[in-house]
């Protein structure tokens, strides 16, 4: 959107640019023949008088005078000197006839002055022409014929008729300056980039606080929940002192948290040992998922509930030496310790 908004910007600048060197061209083109007439006044010609003869032509066919006005069209034939050549130009007005005579008149005494016209618009707009020529056209052109290039960088192309009458112009291209425009536009829009670069990095260093946040709190409440949990265990005893609760074939002993099968020792955590405990003392019982979570973890939240799962996983491996033994899983309600 940004991109597109200059974009729009700059196409805009530049035919309000554009309109500007129109028109300085235009009165330099003025002022750069009544230069060349004021230099060469006081030359007199001899025989050398255009002349000019006007043929008017009035449209009459008019059905309602009220709504529309007389449509005049004139003709003007140039009878030009020494070679007696006429030209013919229509529709055509005085003031339009009068300008092209004077054109050819100085024209017969100084050609257009290029160095002249660049000064006079260097001067109006600090700019100047390139691809200057003259050529030779086919039609009488009273007034310059401006066109522009399309693309990012944008010309201005003149055609203008120093010689009418001798079908005689000058064609050049005018650069149109968007150097200030551009660059303004271009620290506007790396600023923008530049914005929307902090604001993202902002929002990547802000969201990876926030994940490394709830991980901190999520080990610093497991590990609150273990220190509660191994400080309310009785103080450990020697194994003499020890009572081992039987189960199958299997001897657990809760306070040093082993099971020993024959000659087999396999030494579990505190949590499945609590666990172990409260299926054994139910045994061939269903426990309740919610009475193990609220006895081992403090509450049956979703976390504490795929823990359990774990443990159990764990607890059955820790058993598995025992045949006779198996936790099983009871849909929608707890586990079962069997002894079979």
Known sequence: MQAYWLYNQYEYSSMVKAEELKAACTKAFETEKDIRIDKYDDIKYNNSNVRMKIVL???????????????????IRFTLPDTKKQLKVKNIDMTDGVELTSRYMVSQNRRFDHS???????????????????????????????????????????????????????????PIPVSQTLILMGWQFAASVVLLVIL??????????????????????????????????????????????????????????????????????????ELLRILAENLNKVVEREVLLKEVWGDDSY?????????????????????TLSIEAIIRKGYVLKDK
């Open 116 to 174: 002249t016209f660049d000064s006079l618009l260097y001067t109006a707009e600090g700019i100047k022409t390139d691809r200057f020529r003259f050529v030779k056209t086919n039609r009488c052109m009273v007034k310059p014929v401006f066109t522009m290039s399309d693309g990012l960088i944008k010309t201005l192309y003149v055609k203008y008729s120093t010689n009418p009458l001798n079908m005689e112009a000058v064609e050049m291209a005018i």
């Open 200 to 273: 993202g990095f902002c929002m990547m260093y802000q969201i990876k606080t926030i994940m490394i946040q709830r991980r901190i709190n999520a080990i610093r409440h497991e590990f609150i929940k273990n220190m509660i949990y191994e400080m309310k265990q009785p103080p450990a005893t020697s194994d003499d002192n020890v009572k081992a609760i039987k189960i199958g074939s299997t001897l657990f002993f809760y306070e040093l948290n082993e099971l020993r099968y024959g000659n087999e020792k396999v030494i579990i955590t505190s949590r499945q040992a």
């Open 303 to 323: 976390s504490n509930s795929m823990a359990l799962n774990v443990q159990i996983t764990y607890l059955r491996r820790a058993l598995k030496s025992d045949s």
């Open 57 to 75: 032509k009035i449209d009459q066919n008019i059905k309602n005078r009220k709504e529309k006005k007389k449509s005049v069209k004139s003709t």
